[in-house]
């Protein structure tokens, strides 16, 4: 998607009820419903000439209405995309999870397997005691795999939030 065509849904989503809906709550429940009244008739967003920059237009009778107004719409815009973010990194997380289960599972078989040979063959036999300190390392190792992919996770949504404060 190019940069211009990223924007002009920016701009479209400015105005959308997705918005539009969260900014007139905004406004309602902090005693501003004047501000919030025909609020999507009143608003305008368009990108400035070959730039990454969005001007949003909001008349009202007043300028501090259409203010109000303008700051509510910013604030549901960044919100929602504050929730995008959080709720695709939640799919990612849960698909990373997955993953984490099935590598689990094919390793569990692939040690069994190993056991099983090793006790076909007799080449090594690990008592039962050698054999629960194994199992115990490989669950200490993948917790270790999950935390660290928790953590790097939760990086990337505070810089990504931190990125859209800015």
Sequence with gaps: MTGVKLWKIVCRLLKSPLVIEQAKEKLIASDRKEAGENLQRRVSARIIGDTDIITIKVTGAT????????????????NYRQDRAQEQS???????EEQVTRAEAEVDAAEQ???????????????????KLNDQLTELESQLLITDITIQENRLRLQQVEEKNC
């Design 113 to 131: 397997a190993v056991r099983d040979y090793q006790n076909e063959v007799g080449i090594i036999s690990l008592d039962n005691e050698a054999s």
């Design 63 to 78: 300028a501090a209405l259409a203010r109000e107004g303008a700051w509510a719409i910013s604030n549901a815009y960044k």
């Design 90 to 96: 939640r799919r990612v997380l849960s698909f990373l």
